[in-house]
């Protein structure tokens, strides 16, 4: 469709996406210093519970095994004949904690609207400039990025934020190291060989971070990254194909690096296929697909920072297309709504009010479940692949003829009699 053109044009411009992460932020999410470790496990940001498990560290002590996941609802299947929820899936690339503070930002607005997000780490916000020879990104020389590295501040206060966003339920995936896009030695060149390292550099940021930024007093991460990291999104949308065969064979669940139509997700090399999606664009005749960069690349080019007299309008216009995608599918369908963003002040920061103003308007609905990936894969998980089929039949924005009931209610319709209209049925 034409859309689907559109958007992969703008896929192509993405590549300017990558910016580095800005000045770090004094303090913690929670208005205070990072919190110290002691003798008896870790103490958690303000308003945060410790995990009750005992503390087992892992390496030098920048992760660790806490248990099971707080907060986590356990996924049920659905009854026969019950309506899915609405699921809406927050995400952001590059998640790491600067001068904007976005990463504290929506931790807070997560919690007010009883919301859980994932946050896709860039592997080298957890590696400081002075390590960077330490990363080895593939078909580029050592100590190669595009979006810099960082300093024992913004580290510092990107692991409080990690480490408190996965006490509250909230998911910790990746968007890789590099973030590199292109035809030069970009993600889209890379072979299977080529994602496996990078994968496994992403990992070894996270699991080394006390020791590459000096921070040995700054409290472990309460995971254990090889376990908690189940899904991505790829650098631009880009070199999807050898990453999900990486994934797949590195025991990943999902990925969310496509471009899609809202309906229900299928599976696609043994992955769960949640890819964004194309919704209604205000004052367009084509879609846009659910992403902050995307709307802006169609407002205002490549220009982070486009006229001011038109930013609000560019950021009611993003808004207002979400809150038209959710209808449809809360209307309809019921497909989950797949979002993503960047810590990004583009134009303004009039997307990151549009995402705000989302998130209060359809969270706390009935129904309706704001939740990551992880949450979502676990849902799917557990329903009955009879069930799926049926709601992948459903076309964008259309609720069964019939009713849900009858529609999910777990048996095939009886045979239309056969015979003349109005006339006895006959009898087989």
């Not at 990025?145 to 206060?157: L, Q, Y």
């Given at each position: 469709?034409?859309?689907?053109?559109?958007?992969?044009?703008?896929?192509?411009?993405?590549?300017?996406?990558?910016?580095?992460?800005?000045?770090?932020?004094?303090?913690g999410a929670d208005g205070g210093a990072a919190p110290r470790q002691g003798a008896r496990g870790t103490k958690g940001p303000v308003g945060i519970p410790a995990p009750k498990a005992a503390v087992r560290l892992i390496g030098d002590g920048s992760t660790s095994f806490t248990g099971a996941?707080?907060?986590?609802?356990?996924?049920?299947?659905?009854?026969?004949?019950?309506?899915?929820?609405?699921?809406?899936?927050?995400?952001?690339?590059?998640?790491?904690?600067?001068?904007?503070?976005?990463?504290?930002?929506?931790?807070?607005?997560?919690?007010?609207?009883?919301?859980?997000?994932?946050?896709?780490?860039?592997?080298?916000?957890?590696?400081?400039?002075?390590?960077?020879?330490?990363?080895?990104?593939?078909?580029?020389?050592?100590?190669?990025?595009?979006?810099?590295?960082?300093?024992?501040?913004?580290?510092?206060?990107?692991?409080?934020?990690?480490?408190?966003?996965?006490?509250?339920?909230?998911?910790?995936?990746?968007?890789?190291?590099?973030?590199?896009?292109?035809?030069?030695?970009?993600?889209?060149?890379?072979?299977?060989?080529?994602?496996?390292?990078?994968?496994?550099?992403?990992?070894?940021?996270?699991?080394?971070?006390?020791?590459?930024?000096?921070?040995?007093?700054?409290?472990?991460?309460?995971?254990?990254?090889?376990?908690?990291?189940?899904?991505?999104?790829?650098?631009?949308?880009?070199?999807?194909?050898?990453?999900?065969?990486?994934?797949?064979?590195?025991?990943?669940?999902?990925?969310?690096?496509?471009?899609?139509?809202?309906?229900?997700?299928?599976?696609?090399?043994?992955?769960?296929?949640?890819?964004?999606?194309?919704?209604?664009?205000?004052?367009?005749?084509?879609?846009?697909?659910t992403m902050d960069y995307n709307f802006m690349v169609d407002q205002s080019g490549t220009q982070t920072q486009g006229d001011p007299a038109k930013r609000r309008l560019w950021g009611d216009q993003m808004r207002d297309g979400l809150l038209k995608g959710?209808?449809?599918?809360?209307?309809?369908?019921?497909?989950?709504?797949?979002?993503?963003?960047?810590?990004?002040?583009?134009?303004?920061?009039?997307?990151?009010?549009?995402?705000?103003?989302?998130?209060?308007?359809?969270?706390?609905?009935?129904?309706?479940?704001?939740?990551?990936?992880?949450?979502?894969?676990?849902?799917?998980?557990?329903?009955?692949?009879?069930?799926?089929?049926?709601?992948?039949?459903?076309?964008?924005?259309?609720?069964?003829?019939?009713?849900?009931?009858?529609?999910?209610?777990?048996?095939?319709?009886?045979?239309?009699?056969?015979?003349?209209?109005?006339?006895?049925?006959?009898?087989?």
């Amino acid at each position: 469709m034409a859309a689907t053109q559109r958007i992969a044009a703008g896929m192509a411009i993405a590549a300017a996406c990558a910016t580095a992460l800005a000045g770090c932020a004094d303090g913690g999410a929670d208005g205070g210093a990072a919190p110290r470790q002691g003798a008896r496990g870790t103490k958690g940001p303000v308003g945060i519970p410790a995990p009750k498990a005992a503390v087992r560290l892992i390496g030098d002590g920048s992760t660790s095994f806490t248990g099971a996941q707080p907060r986590l609802p356990r996924p049920e299947r659905l009854k026969p004949g019950q309506r899915p929820p609405q699921f809406v899936v927050f995400s952001w690339d590059g998640a790491g904690e600067d001068g904007q503070k976005l990463f504290s930002h929506f931790r807070k607005l997560s919690r007010a609207n009883k919301a859980t997000m994932t946050y896709f780490l860039s592997g080298v916000y957890l590696l400081p400039e002075s390590k960077r020879d330490l990363y080895r990104p593939p078909q580029h020389s050592p100590g190669s990025s595009e979006i810099g590295f960082n300093d024992e501040r913004g580290i510092r206060d990107t692991v409080e934020q990690l480490r408190g966003a996965w006490l509250e339920g909230d998911e910790i995936g990746t968007h890789f190291n590099g973030h590199f896009c292109g035809a030069e030695g970009g993600v889209g060149q890379w072979s299977v060989a080529d994602w496996k390292s990078e994968i496994a550099q992403a990992k070894s940021f996270v699991k080394s971070w006390r020791t590459n930024a000096g921070l040995k007093d700054t409290p472990s991460l309460p995971f254990d990254y090889d376990r908690e990291l189940v899904g991505a999104r790829t650098p631009c949308l880009e070199g999807r194909e050898n990453f999900m065969k990486a994934a797949r064979d590195l025991g990943f669940r999902y990925d969310t690096s496509g471009v899609g139509e809202q309906v229900w997700p299928g599976r696609k090399e043994g992955l769960w296929d949640l890819s964004m999606q194309l919704v209604p664009f205000p004052g367009h005749s084509h879609e846009q697909l659910t992403m902050d960069y995307n709307f802006m690349v169609d407002q205002s080019g490549t220009q982070t920072q486009g006229d001011p007299a038109k930013r609000r309008l560019w950021g009611d216009q993003m808004r207002d297309g979400l809150l038209k995608g959710f209808d449809r599918a809360y209307g309809g369908n019921r497909a989950p709504l797949i979002i993503g963003n960047h810590f990004e002040s583009w134009n303004g920061g009039t997307y990151m009010r549009a995402v705000d103003q989302v998130v209060e308007r359809v969270c706390t609905r009935a129904e309706v479940r704001c939740v990551s990936f992880r949450q979502l894969a676990d849902w799917l998980d557990a329903q009955d692949p009879a069930t799926l089929a049926r709601l992948r039949g459903l076309e964008v924005g259309a609720a069964p003829k019939q009713g849900w009931a009858s529609f999910l209610a777990g048996r095939r319709p009886a045979p239309a009699p056969k015979g003349v209209p109005g006339a006895p049925a006959v009898k087989p």
